[in-house]
């Protein structure tokens, strides 16, 4: 379902596949919402595994919302995602490297 090619990820919500892909819209909807310095911080806390459940929380969201999806923070707490919080948390830092990543590298 996803295309990897353009930066997208499947996150699997109640058992249904949706696309995600941290376009610039979301990447500021994400930058707000963690009140982060710079994304660069944000990544630089995922490389050193210094993440937060927030951090994936807010990175799904913003994923989510980038592939179309219409829900919230509130509405992905009250979903079953796919592989559980280790997903979760593989599935965000997917979205960020896949984001910065060159489209040559991807």
Do not use: C, Y
């Not at 796919?82 to 593989?90: D, F, K, N, S």
């Amino acid at each position: 379902m996803a295309n990897p090619w353009a930066g997208e990820v499947t996150v699997v919500l109640d058992g249904a596949p949706h696309r995600a892909k941290l376009t610039l819209g979301a990447l500021a909807e994400l930058e707000a919402a963690l009140e982060v310095g710079s994304l660069l911080d944000l990544v630089e806390r995922f490389e050193a595994g210094r993440f937060s459940t927030r951090d994936v929380l807010a990175l799904l969201v913003a994923g989510l919302r980038g592939g179309g999806w219409q829900g919230g923070p509130a509405d992905l707490r009250s979903v079953d995602i796919g592989g559980g919080p280790l997903e979760a948390a593989r599935v965000a830092a997917e979205l960020l490297a896949r984001a910065f990543a060159s489209p040559e590298a991807r």
